[in-house]
């Protein structure tokens, strides 16, 4: 069996729900297994959660809940927010499950067997807070270098042997320039160490809570040695098929876990069980609200599943679209090198502007615009050569940040072939290429529903459900090898697609802007209050199709879509336009006018026109593209 791609998150502690911050670096570790499964066909991807911790105790006394049932009440939680955010993993390990209590009783007695683990006398500080024993020197002002109270802890425990491992740490770091990425962790790691490993104790007195050393009940294994152990217990070290999936690939973990832990203790253990070091540990940065940590003594506590609720209360898509929404905004804002900053502002603006108004409408042009002028099949055209070009470029620039395991470059991509898309659309103008009966008509939009299908196997990593919708407009099974992307046979010939569906729909601004009325204006007959004209719901939409009325030469019967709905109008312009004039463009619709019948057609609203001197019809169309359903005042 040739070895797995295997890819891990640290295990969160379950004192707490996930918030948006913890739960990005799951979504982060998630992109990375999809995308390795789409590009190489296999990757596993193991998460789960961290339960012996003191302060994991500490809440569960404090929610006056047994411990056991608290911890698995907070599991449960995380299981089914990592399930509702689509994280594909699989393997979700508890470290209160006796498959990992065991293992590490088992790695405690190796490591005794072979002398790296010894008996001594423990004199220091405890922050309870990250688990951390630390020095005095350490301190600073009386607390931990995070700032947490510290309490003084003097006890007889278990050593293990971390200064013996110091200069073959150094050593690996240096031979493996992937071994620790980004680079400024990688400083980060070399500098502490080279102040000096010392022995770490690895046991603490037992409370009645944590894993028992072996053959000593008096003392529980220290939380950090029993955690880090869950990457090897869970994948059956030491007696299963553990070799398939170890050394893993990519282990990922925030900045604040990684030097003393990760990158030191880990190591140390490991090659204490004469055992291969992961090929790459990533130690991201962190997602501060605004300028703060996320915690929740601050109160900014903001958990993934409501974020997507907000989306789905204000009307922009449902709750499966709005939680990869969610996903990719994680992703836009990924930190690496440096912490990244979440603010709702930003939030609903990459919304509207990249999945919206790029992404989603530019898609639902293009899905409009093979029926109109299509019949709803993608035309047996050629792709263009140097659109093909660009996407592939696109594509290979994102295989090449997944391969340093960088979301953020991988996701900005996004945009990029969302831009190529629209601006094919501006520059080509398919309507023009219609009404001219231009033969060129069929290559534009075979070259656009490419860059479509580029985009959803672009996207599947990230947003797999925004992906499946896309595929369901273009009526085609899920891109599911990455060296599909781009290639040239992505479609079938003459295929027929779904009816347009917007994706996603534009969120309004949160508090309406207060209209300002001139209290001076009097009412009179000629003038009508605000609140009357607003009565008038004015909207963009876009001519789907357009025909003839047999028997009314004046009339033109238009197809509309509107927002998400479709409508059917009635509109005397027929002398001035003919059908292939207004097909494809955008005109402002009356929308809540009431229905009525014309030459046996329902009219569902009116649009706009002005009144030309000859008594013919100029139609009102905006300045420049906005998205269907937009509200005009
Ligand atoms: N239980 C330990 C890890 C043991 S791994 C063997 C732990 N748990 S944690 O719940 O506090 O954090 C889990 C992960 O979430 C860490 O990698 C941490 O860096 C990450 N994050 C927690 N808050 C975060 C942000 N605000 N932003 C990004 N990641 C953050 O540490």
Not at 368 to 385: K, L
Request: hydrophobic share 40%; charged share 25%.
């Amino acid at each position: 069996m040739p070895k797995r791609f295997y890819t891990t998150t640290a295990i969160y502690y379950v004192n707490s729900a996930p918030h948006i911050g913890s739960a990005q670096e799951a979504v982060i570790a998630d992109v990375v297994a999809r995308f390795q499964r789409m590009l190489r066909g296999d990757a596993y991807f193991l998460t789960g959660t961290d339960e012996n911790a003191t302060k994991v105790f500490e809440a569960a006394q404090a929610s006056g809940k047994d411990p056991h049932r608290f911890v698995d009440e907070v599991a449960g939680e995380f299981k089914r927010v990592f399930d509702a955010m689509h994280l594909s993993y699989d393997d979700f390990i508890r470290t209160t499950e006796d498959r990992h209590i065991s293992v590490v009783q088992e790695v405690f007695r190796r490591l005794q067997e072979s002398g790296y683990i010894y008996k001594g006398e423990y004199e220091g500080w405890y922050d309870v807070r990250t688990e951390t024993f630390y020095k005095e020197s350490e301190l600073v002002d009386g607390k931990s270098p995070e700032g947490n109270d510290v309490r003084w802890v003097k006890e007889e425990n278990y050593f293990f042997k971390l200064s013996a491992f110091q200069d073959k740490i150094l050593a690996h770091i240096e031979a493996n320039p992937e071994f620790i990425l980004p680079e400024v962790r990688k400083n980060e790691v070399v500098s502490f160490i080279n102040q000096g490993l010392r022995d770490a104790c690895i046991t603490r007195a037992s409370t009645g809570w944590g894993i028992p050393v072996p053959g000593d009940e008096s003392q529980v294994i220290y939380v950090w040695f029993d955690a880090l152990i869950n990457y090897i217990s869970a994948i059956g070290w030491p007696d299963g098929n553990w070799q398939e999936f170890w050394p893993a690939d990519m282990q990922l973990v925030g900045k604040d876990i990684l030097v003393r832990f990760h990158a030191t203790l880990w190591p140390a253990m490991l090659m204490g069980l004469r055992l291969p070091l992961p090929k790459t540990l990533v130690g991201h940065g962190w997602t501060l609200m605004g300028q703060e940590k996320i915690s929740k003594s601050t109160g900014n506590v903001v958990a993934p599943l409501d974020l997507a609720q907000t989306l789905v209360d204000r009307n922009a898509c449902d709750l499966d679209l709005a939680v990869d929404a969610v996903r990719y905004y994680m992703m836009r804002i990924a930190p690496y090198e440096s912490d990244s900053t979440f603010t709702f502002d930003d939030f609903d603006l990459k919304f509207n502007t990249e999945l919206v108004n790029d992404i989603s409408n530019g898609i639902h042009r293009v899905i409009s615009m093979t029926h109109s002028f299509c019949e709803g099949v993608i035309p047996n055209g050629r792709i263009d050569r140097n659109v093909a070009d660009q996407v592939q470029a696109i594509a290979n620039g994102f295989e090449d940040a997944m391969a340093r395991y960088r979301v953020d470059e991988a996701s900005a991509k996004i945009p990029a072939i969302a831009s190529v898309l629209n601006q094919l659309i501006d520059t080509e103008k398919p309507w023009e290429l219609k009404k001219n009966a231009d033969p060129r008509l069929d290559d534009v939009m075979v070259t656009l529903a490419y860059i479509v299908r580029a985009i959803e196997g672009l996207l599947r990593p990230i947003a797999p459900v925004l992906a499946d919708r896309i595929c369901g407009l273009l009526n085609l099974p899920p891109t599911e090898r990455w060296e599909q992307i781009g290639a040239l046979d992505a479609l079938p010939a003459n295929h027929a697609i779904q009816k347009p569906t917007p994706l996603l729909v534009r969120l309004e601004k949160q508090q309406k802007e207060q209209h300002k009325m001139d209290t001076k204006l009097q009412p009179s007959e000629d003038v009508i209050s605000i609140e009357d004209f607003m009565k008038v719901k004015l909207q963009i939409a876009r001519v789907l199709d357009a025909h003839k009325v047999e028997g009314a030469d004046k009339l033109l019967r238009l197809e509309l879509i509107v927002g998400e709905e479709r409508r059917q109008v009635l509109a005397g312009i027929a002398q001035q336009y003919s059908p292939e004039d207004v097909i494809g463009r955008q005109v402002v619709l009356v929308a809540n006018l009431a229905p009525r019948k014309l030459r046996g057609f329902e009219s569902q609203g009116m649009i706009l026109a002005a009144d030309a001197e000859d008594g013919g019809a100029i139609l009102l169309m905006p300045d420049k593209e906005a998205p269907e359903g937009t509200s005009v005042h």
